[in-house]
């Protein structure tokens, strides 16, 4: 079956570690996206990547880092300058531009720092 | 400045109708989408409107009205199930930017 798959599903971060998250898709999608959410709070946009080997900041990018070496991976590292990471992650993909109709998913990494 | 604006919380009865609005304010548009989320799960698609008027799926309607910047999500005989946390967020350009969303309680 196609989907989306995040992992670690729980993560715990010491301070000043630098932590990576793995997000992998076989939707074939061109498009992946990280977002964080915040308990009772939106997603609000982190990095997002349209094709290989390029990617775009969002709205606080700041503190984390991605990569997007092959289509079906866009991993996230939440560095050491990142001050508040404790959040929930969300990794999606799309199709682009005429064929969008939506974001698919993956179930989520849970970030704690300890 | 792109945002969105939608209800923190709704309330309703099982077997009822709700509908949950949103405005937004963008510098670009390509549609308007909807999304669901349990607690502690992440977000599920339920539509996507990129024209006007009215899109059925099942029990979930949505609507878009893009000269008043304006949509909603209709959910029908609701069910104790539909209790989530309901996103509506637009597409200005190649990402979507969401609402803070509007927490449903459904009661019995």
């Known amino acids: 079956d196609g989907g989306i798959t995040q992992s670690p599903k729980y993560l715990f971060r010491k301070e000043g570690q630098n932590v990576t998250l793995s997000c992998e898709q076989n939707l074939n999608h061109d498009a992946m996206y990280w977002y964080r959410q915040d308990p009772g709070q939106g997603l609000r946009l982190i990095y997002y990547?349209?094709?290989?080997?390029?990617?775009q900041k969002g709205d606080i990018a700041e503190g984390y880092s991605v990569s997007r070496e092959k289509k079906e991976s866009f991993p996230l590292t939440v560095t050491s300058a990142q001050k508040n990471p404790t959040a929930f992650y969300l990794c999606?993909?799309?199709?682009?531009?005429?064929?969008?109709?939506?974001?698919?998913f993956g179930s989520g990494t849970r970030l704690t720092v300890v | 400045g792109q945002s969105l604006e939608q209800p923190s919380e709704v309330t309703a009865v099982e077997g009822a109708i709700v509908q949950i609005n949103c405005t937004y304010q963008t510098s670009g548009f390509y549609g308007l989408s909807w999304y669901q989320q349990h607690d502690g799960g992440a977000p599920t698609f339920l539509s996507y409107n990129a024209l006007d008027g009215l899109e059925e799926t099942g029990r979930f309607s949505s609507f878009l009205s893009r000269s008043d910047s304006y949509g909603y999500l209709l959910l029908q005989e609701l069910q104790m199930k539909d209790s989530a946390s309901y996103f509506c967020?637009?597409?200005?350009?190649?990402?979507?930017?969401f609402g803070k969303g509007t927490k449903l309680s459904v009661k019995p």
């Open positions: 999606a993909s799309s199709l682009t531009d005429e064929l969008f109709y939506g974001y698919t």
């Open positions: 990547s349209q094709i290989v080997n390029d990617f």
């Open positions: 967020a637009v597409r200005p350009q190649g990402n979507l930017i």
